[in-house]
């Protein structure tokens, strides 16, 4: 089985950065997924990191460690429009995703 | 049609009721997947499907069936709707060498 911990909530202001852990703990891996949902649409792909280290897009990060079974997405520069859920989920091996519980940021002017 | 299309965008059904969710996809994926969003469960896998003619049971597959009869289409079928199957349901599909998941948008679903 999976289990995916994320927080639930957090606040930032506007222009700052906002680092959102995730643990895993998995009974098999082939990646970790970001996804953004903005309230009442669809999740939508930010970025997948497979091996360990960061990858950067544009004012995204997100960072792995297989041997901790943790990851992070740091969004840059907030904009009131990244206030949204984030969330993270782990590849199973088998085409599956298991999705963590989603963190809300709010940005605040 | 361009990548995941989802039908109805919302839907009230009467306990007991049988009812099909529609989810047709354009863009080849061999892999597509139906899940269930709930307010802070977030999204759980119902079915999935790696290629046509194959299906397998996610995390949560009770009082739900699915189809894949090709590759564009993977309907959900609710065979008796009770009110626990309120929530907003989430198509996707993937190709299998990429991984990332493309979402449709949504149908939301109150059972009375």
């Known amino acids: 089985g999976q289990n995916i911990d994320q927080p639930t909530e957090m606040t930032a202001t506007e222009g700052a950065i906002v680092q959102i852990n995730c643990t895993y703990q998995t009974s098999g891996f082939n990646g970790l997924f970001w996804y953004q949902q903005h309230a009442g649409e669809a999740p939508t792909f930010l970025s997948y990191?497979?091996?360990?280290g960061l990858e950067e897009k544009g004012r995204f990060s997100s960072f792995l460690s297989r041997s901790k079974g943790y990851s992070y997405l740091l969004l840059k520069e907030l904009q009131m429009k990244d206030s949204a859920s984030y969330l993270c989920?782990?590849?199973?091996?088998?085409?599956?995703?298991?999705f963590g519980a989603g963190t809300t940021v709010t940005v605040r002017a | 049609i361009a990548g995941i299309t989802q039908a109805p965008t919302s839907q009230i059904l009467a306990a007991g009721r049988r009812m099909t969710l529609r989810c047709t996809q354009d863009?080849?994926?061999?892999?597509m997947y139906w899940y269930r969003q709930d307010l802070g469960l977030g999204l759980r896998l119902i079915h999935y499907?790696?290629?046509?003619?194959?299906?397998g049971k996610g995390e949560v597959p009770d009082g739900y069936s699915v189809s894949r009869a090709n590759t564009d289409d993977f309907p959900l079928t609710l065979a008796s709707a009770v009110p626990s199957q309120t929530s907003v349901y989430f198509c996707a599909s993937s190709d299998a060498s990429m991984g990332e998941q493309f979402f449709g948008p949504g149908t939301r679903l109150t059972v009375l």
């Open positions: 989920a782990v590849g199973d091996g088998d085409y599956k995703l298991s």
């Open positions: 990191n497979v091996l360990d």
């Open positions: 863009m080849r994926h061999n892999a």
């Open positions: 499907s790696n290629t046509a003619g194959t299906t």
